[in-house]
């Protein structure tokens, strides 16, 4: 990371002490933005570009007085409520016709949309997953798709339990990944959504889905501690290796996680997009693109967005990846599912054959609410610990309400 970050300010360093105009300045946390970089500048055009790295973007503005200012900010987490303080909105490049609206998924674009304008550009996005081992695809009655009942159902159908009463096999155990808890409220309509410093949520979809698993766990996997007694027991390598054994049926993961593995490690595994009722959640991270309100260099931003949404461009980051084996742990565009939905119909199956009559339909995908900055912290400390401590099936003591965590959060980060 830092030898990367060091090659990219030498680059700055360089164009500005030869006298030519500053280069575009590209602020992110996304690797895969220095190889794109690399080949934009290396098409002899006039633009130049260059990549600071910035862990969080999204909190990091504005920036400081004495650093480098940004042009174009990409990173995840970028659409809340100072988004139209930071950013400039960028409808002018869908009226010269440099982009095209029909060209990006519609949820994924008006994602990027506020009163009525389109602050931020989607770049990237990912998708909830489960994979099990094709040898056990007689467990798995249905294809692509695979809701939350259908698991339950082929779980408890793959169960084996030995005559001591101990469970040899297990399809899933709910308490075995937190995500998955977390993706299960936002199938059910969870609809979390910024309020303040905060957020907001339906509670009858939370408590519909905690109500749904720790039922699942009672009547199909006996209670919570027998899930994490199997767990323990068996499951201690990688989610995609658990699945290789006899020992579980379904590992969750995301796109991301799956399509980075190696096609050796991906042999012999299927996968299904997690959903209900015919649509998909887009995870929390989607990855987007703003012209920082300051900006001076709107035109040189121009020429590297619409030469970065264009199939032709995307293709060819593909390709320079694989040639050149680049980060060949990072997925797709900027590691996810492209926003540009020809890049993904016409191109991905050809890099990624996992895909080839799989890929998630633009009907299927449901977007995010606006989240608040510090979603990730909200997640990580009030959100998941609440939902694991309520499907816990031999709880003894009522956990904390999100309300109660929500405060304790509040007094301790602001």
Known sequence: MLKTVTVLFATLFFSCSSGEE????????????ASYVELFNSLGGKTKAIVVYKENPASSLPPAKDELQPDLVIGSYLKNSSIRRYFSPLDFLFEDGRISRSAYYSQLLDYGVVNGKQYVLPVSFNIPAVIYNS?????????HLLTLEQMKEFSAGFNSVNQSGSYTAMGWGNSWEKDFIYEATKLNGASYVEKGNSFSWNSEAVNYTLDFLKNWTSSVNTDTTTEQNFQFRYLYMPRYRQVSTTRCLFAYTTSDRFFALTESQK??????????????PVEDSIVCMGLYKSSSR?????????????TDSQRNMLERREK??????????????????STNENIFPVFYRNLLGNLPGEKNLVVPRMLPLR????????IIPYLTESVNTNAQIAPLSLEERINNWTKQFY
């Open 22 to 33: 500053r280069p575009l300045v590209i602020w992110t946390d996304n690797f895969s933005f």
């Open 135 to 143: 040898r056990n695809a007689d467990f798995v009655k249905t294809e």
């Open 267 to 280: 042999e012999g595994l299927e996968f299904c997009w997690l959903g209900n009722n015919g649509t998909i």
């Open 298 to 310: 709107t035109k040189a931003a121009e020429d590297f967005i619409s030469w970065f949404f264009s």
């Open 324 to 341: 050149m084996n680049l980060d060949t742990v990072s997925f797709g565009i900027a590691g996810g599912f492209s926003s540009l939905k």
């Open 375 to 382: 979603w990730e912290s909200l997640k990580e400390r009030v």
